[in-house]
């Protein structure tokens, strides 16, 4: 039975396959190579580096988090071992650009080694999954120079990087912002900065020498509010002309404790406490909010994909624990594995239906971006953009919420054992709490997702993106009488969705009250059948093997049970939706 994590590299496959014909990545010669030749060897390659190295240090890294000491953070027993072997595998470098040292790979095959890394570490796959992303923003915008004074050392690992945006007073609302940067005396074009962060992932470790901090700030005579917000580069070290590393003003002055993911540091850090932190200006003044969310987006993705992993750990460690624990009475006698006992199944396939689902629909939106930077054609890319800007919320909202589902029913299937600290369930169940909360909390996401991708655009995106789904439930075939429930269900709730959103862009501009009302609801009620449609592009494919194919038949079992148990909650979801406004509005604050 599974100790360690143990990376479901068929499902992983089958999925990423599906991915790359629904986006239309396969057929994109610039990724052919990639898909065909490559994948293989580096799916398995990660997973023994996942099953063998990352998964034996998660227990050690809840029990033994990171700590702050005088001469900085030191991270858990056995971590920087790891992370010199992360980096000497060439890991960091996957999916960075060739022109920066990095291996080009598509973001696809990135989505499926960070499943694993996540699946088997979350707290360690944080720390390469922040270099990516600073890796992704300095690409789009730093100026030449700082490309190549950093950016190598990003890609190869030598140095990682941070995200520090969050402040006391500046959590969802980054207007608030108080760090300041002002022009360097020098007048180098450096700039020295000021302030406090919080909640910095990262910010401070012993993995390397150096770490790149992105850090947003306010410039003097800078607007009020998001407008007047800058990016900036702080390095912990500054590198020298010679290549020797000066020590810069910016440290970690300690680290919360937290409910979980306890390895990965999370840093309060202080700049200017001598004569303000050296920092480089990183795209346009004032355009530091669109620079970040450049790399945010990277790690909503980021936040999806390691949710993913976090559930499908769940479900390995509850998988194992059903068929171990001996209890009650079935048919077959006294004292039954609890597998037997169809609630337990339920659990179990609850776990499996939303943890594939959710694959496929990371996949997708990680093939969509591949599409959109690879394309021949300008309008696929701008249509792949659009595609995958609206999938990102929902991915980084609806997989968050499932695998705290996921890892809450893995509890349940463990009874009282699943409750001590000591089990790695109860870590898992810890770790996924944080996914609805950072990279904007789900609410954030939804109201990204109503406003600015479905009303802004009066359903455009939506509508493309509802029209396959409708394909892809169409396709089903109509002899499988155990997959019309699947069929019909999807492509009703495809028509409902798609009437509700056209009725939602006509009244938001007159209720204002509308989109904080139901936003949560309507995105959930998208990621449901996101998740239909997952399940429709599976079924298809299972139904087209031999009837004796044991693999195929699980997935088509999966498929009936998501159509039967989870896909009735696009109802629920409708029902509150189109309830509106009122019943939260004719509430006062005061009053609840
Ligand atoms: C473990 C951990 C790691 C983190 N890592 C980083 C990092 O690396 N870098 C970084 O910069 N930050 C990081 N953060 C910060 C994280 O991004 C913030 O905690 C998050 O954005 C939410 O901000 P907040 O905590 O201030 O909550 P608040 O903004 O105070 O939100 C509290 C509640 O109010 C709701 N709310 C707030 N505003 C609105 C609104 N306008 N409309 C409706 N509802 C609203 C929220 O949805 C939430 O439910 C991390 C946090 C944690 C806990």
Redesign the pocket.
Known sequence: MTKTYDAPLAHMRFALDHAARESGLASIPAATESLTEVADSVLESASRFAGEVLSPLNPIGDRTPARCTPEGVVTSPGFAEAYARFRADGWTALAAPIDAGGMGLPSLIAAATGEMWAGANLAFAMCPE?AAGAIHALTHHAPQELRERYLPALVSGEWTA?????EPQA???LSMLRTRAEPDASGDGSWRLFGR?I???WGDHDFTDNIVHLVLARTPDAPEGLKGISLFLVPKRVPGPDGALHDNDIRAISL?H?MG?RASP?CAMVLGERDGARGWLVGRLHEGLACTFTMMNEMRLGVGIHSLGLSERALQLARAHAHERHQGRTIAGPNRPIIEHADVRRMLLQMKALTQAARGLVYTTAATLDVARLAEDESVRTAAAGRASLLTPVVKAWVSESAFEVASLGVQIHGGTGYVDDAEISQIFRDAR?GP?????N??QA?DLLNRKVIRERGTTLNALLDDIHKAAEHLPEDRAELAPLRTQTLQVCARLRDAATGIVETAFTDADLV?SVAYHFLHWLGTLAGAWQWCLYARSAAARPENDATARATLDAAVFYAAHILPRALMHEAIVRAGSAPIARVPPGSI
């Not at 909360?437 to 909390?441: K, Y």
């Open positions: 922040v941070s995200m520090a945006l969050t959590g969802s609302d962060k909640y910095i992932s919360e937290k993911i999370t944080i909360i950072f990279e904007g909390t609410y954030i109201q904080g």
